[in-house]
Every structure is written in structure tokens, then in C-alpha cells.
């Protein structure tokens, strides 16, 4: 793992800080067999986004993490979460949805209770990666691997996506995050 990963996973303002009893949770170490891919970024990116990027690559590292930890495409997960934020934690929706993965709290409550087995707290780093990345595995087993369809459902909602497939007003959402995924190597 890398100080950053840590520190993110962590939310340590300042890695070089610590005190004596902190304990700290450490990114997942992935299977052997499923080890996280190098990160890289189609040749069309302009310039100033790879740089973002690459200055955020301790949030980057965290959901590849987690992408890897439950067998989420990487080059996925990493497109919704910059599509949805940036990879920026402190960013709020004007409808409420909060962090990396955009979760609505509602949401965020309902994948700790039913997925998790315990609260998340979507304003928390490390818990908003780990619900959204659940989310959209849960997303891709349910539509049978169909990226669109998870994303989809990520978007505008499960029960919408059961009955309605997909929104004319989604395609654009959908084009956007799967561009990223072109250019994170998916």
C-alpha cells in the first residue's frame, strides 16, 4: 500500500501526525490473482484532467481497492466515482447525494443494513468508497454483468431500472462514465 492510500482510507489530515494508540485501518491486500491494475489513462485525456487525476490518486487507490475486493471492474469503478465527483470527497449534490460515489444517504443507510451488516457513514472517505462500490457490484450481479444496466440503476434507481430499462435522459450519463472507463483501459 502507499502513506496516501492509508491516509485516505483513514481521512488523516496530515499523515506525518500520528499519536500514540491511533489505530488505523489498512487497504485490503488484493488475491493473489487479482491484483490491482497499473493505472493508466487513454492518450486523449487532456493534460490538466490526468493531473487531477494523478493529484487524487490516494482517493484513485482506494477504489481500486475496493473495486478489486469485490470484483468490480476497476476502470469501472474509478469512471463513476470521476464522473459522479471527481473522486472528491466533499462534494454534496443539490439533491443530497454525498462524496466520491454520490450516495444518498437514504441509500448509503439501506447497503449498510442490507449489505454490510452494519452503519456507513457516507460523509466518512473509506465507508462512502466501500458502499458505492458494493452498490455497483451489486448492480452488475443483478443485471448479469451489463454495464449499462448497473449504471443505470446507479443513476436513476433499481425499480426504475426493472420496468423502465433505460431512461432517455440516462443515455448521456451513461456515455460519459463509459468514455472514463475507455480511458482508464476498460
Do not use: C, K
Request: net charge negative.
Amino acid at each position: 500500500t502507499t502513506v496516501e492510500a492509508v491516509s485516505a482510507l483513514n481521512g488523516l489530515a496530515d499523515p506525518s501526525m500520528l499519536y500514540v494508540g491511533t489505530v488505523l485501518q489498512l487497504p485490503g491486500a488484493p488475491d493473489a490473482g487479482s491484483a490491482i491494475p497499473a493505472f493508466t489513462v487513454a492518450p486523449n485525456v487532456p493534460e490538466a484532467l490526468v493531473a487531477q487525476m494523478y493529484d487524487r490518486s490516494a482517493v484513485r487507490q482506494l477504489i481500486a481497492t475496493e473495486a478489486v475486493r469485490e470484483g468490480v471492474p476497476v476502470p469501472l469503478a474509478l469512471a463513476l466515482s470521476w464522473h459522479e465527483s471527481g473522486w472528491q470527497q466533499d462534494v454534496v449534490s443539490s439533491a443530497g447525494a454525498v462524496g466520491v460515489m454520490q450516495l444518498m444517504p437514504e441509500t448509503a443507510q439501506w447497503i449498510g443494513e442490507v449489505m454490510l451488516g452494519e452503519a456507513v457513514a457516507p460523509d466518512d472517505l473509506a465507508w462512502n468508497v466501500r458502499a458505492g462500490v458494493v452498490l455497483l457490484g451489486y448492480y452488475l450481479d443483478r443485471y448479469d454483468g451489463d454495464h449499462d444496466l448497473a449504471l443505470a440503476a446507479y443513476y436513476q434507481g433499481q425499480a426504475a431500472t426493472d420496468e423502465s430499462r433505460i431512461f432517455d435522459e440516462t443515455r448521456p450519463y451513461l456515455a460519459s462514465i463509459r468514455a472514463f472507463e475507455r480511458a482508464f483501459g476498460g
